[in-house]
């Protein structure tokens, strides 16, 4: 069964670090294209970053390209999100997913 677990988000002032985490289980991390999205309040998901299988390329939306890094651990089968200077709008509920399927999201809110 796959198994996608976010953690890691959390309240941050504007131009702060986060790193969400997502634990898999069910399936081998690096043999899949991982992807992270997100939803903000009353809008669409939309698509953040993605990693594919070996080598691991990574591509990211335009609106946090040099902000965010996606990364993986295959020892630890764990995906992560490195935000750095988090802005208000980035506010959303983060998820990892694995093509149709994605965990329970976890809440980012960037605020002063």
């Known amino acids: 069964e796959v198994q996608l677990v976010e953690s890691g988000g959390g309240l941050v002032q504007p131009g702060g670090s986060l790193r969400l985490s997502c634990a898999v289980s069910?399936?081998?991390?690096?043999?899949?294209?991982m992807q992270w999205v997100r939803q903000a309040p009353g809008k669409e998901f939309e698509w953040v970053a993605s990693i594919t299988g070996l080598p691991g390329s990574t591509t990211y939306a335009d609106f946090v390209k040099g902000r965010f890094t996606i990364s993986r651990d295959n020892a630890k089968n764990t995906l992560y999100l490195q935000m750095n200077n988090l802005k208000p709008e980035d506010t959303a509920v983060y998820y990892c997913?694995?093509?149709?399927?994605r965990g329970q999201g976890t809440q980012v809110t960037v605020s002063s």
């Open positions: 997913a694995r093509g149709v399927s």
């Open positions: 069910g399936f081998t991390l690096r043999s899949y294209i």
